[in-house]
């Protein structure tokens, strides 16, 4: 799952640790201490509860939040249901009020190019970093979780994605491919194309041609053109659901 590593440097500095004596503190090495903080990823719950023991804060505390999809973020995990897992990789836990804490593979800047040849194997989808938000209900369908890399759609406007931005993305499948997408409702996507992974805008799909145009929104054309994807070259598309801002960025 991915954590607010800004929140967690803060917190174990305001309390006078430094990196290595935190690790002591909640019981890993410094250098596994290092990793979640360079990823914002952490795999098991047993960590988070380690380190918001520690930290005297609600496991909570140290998630990002996903405010499109719910406002409420309140977690106890120590009560927390069971897992509950979709066909599409996606875990939901009921919580006591009855949100649900949503997990889906996080495909973080490291993993751009393992995610080409392994976007279809569960071993290779197991072992990627997890990205956790609380949802209202379980969400059918393939959602994934990318970092965005590139400044192709920072327009310097409050809606910009910026390069380390976590954006979630539900699935279109092929057998939809053939039909119009309906750019009107979702603006933004994640592409999976044979040379990388993508964060555009779809301006227009010509179902005949099997072609899309993406656009950058950054101004600056000269860096960022306007350019045509033939469908048959790419591997997944999603549209973008959410967008965590990386903290500091504005």
């Not at 930290?55 to 406002?71: C, G, I, N, S, W």
């Not at 990789?89 to 393992?114: C, H, K, N, R, W």
């Not at 080409?116 to 209900?137: C, M, R, T, W």
């Amino acid at each position: 799952m991915t954590i607010d590593k800004f929140a967690v440097e803060r917190l174990y500095k305001e309390k006078g640790f430094n990196q290595d004596t935190f690790a002591a503190a909640i019981g890993i090495s410094p250098r596994k201490l290092s990793g979640i903080l360079s990823t914002s990823a952490i795999k098991k719950v047993a960590d988070l509860q380690a380190i918001a023991k520690v930290l005297d804060v609600q496991p909570e505390a140290l998630l990002p939040r996903e405010p499109k999809f719910t406002d409420a973020v309140r977690i106890d995990m120590t009560t927390k249901g069971e897992v509950h897992k979709s066909w599409a990789g996606s875990e939901f836990q009921d919580l006591p009020d009855g949100q649900i804490l949503m997990t889906i593979p996080l495909v973080d800047q490291f993993a751009y190019a393992g995610y080409l040849s392994g976007y279809n194997d569960a071993e290779f989808l197991q072992e990627l970093p997890k990205h956790s938000f609380i949802v209202a209900k379980r969400h059918t369908g393939k959602y994934r979780a990318f970092e965005v890399r590139g400044d192709s759609m920072d327009n310097d406007r409050r809606d910009a994605i910026c390069a380390g931005d976590i954006v979630v993305g539900r699935a279109i499948e092929k057998t939809l491919w053939k039909s119009k997408f309906h750019l009107h409702r979702f603006e933004d996507y994640v592409i999976v194309h044979q040379d990388g992974i993508l964060t555009k805008r779809i301006s227009n799909h010509n179902v005949e041609e099997g072609v899309i145009t993406c656009v950058s929104t950054n101004p600056d054309k000269g860096s960022y053109p306007d350019f045509d994807l033939r469908l048959s070259e790419v591997y997944e598309i999603y549209n973008i659901v959410s967008v965590t801002q990386k903290r500091g960025r504005r």
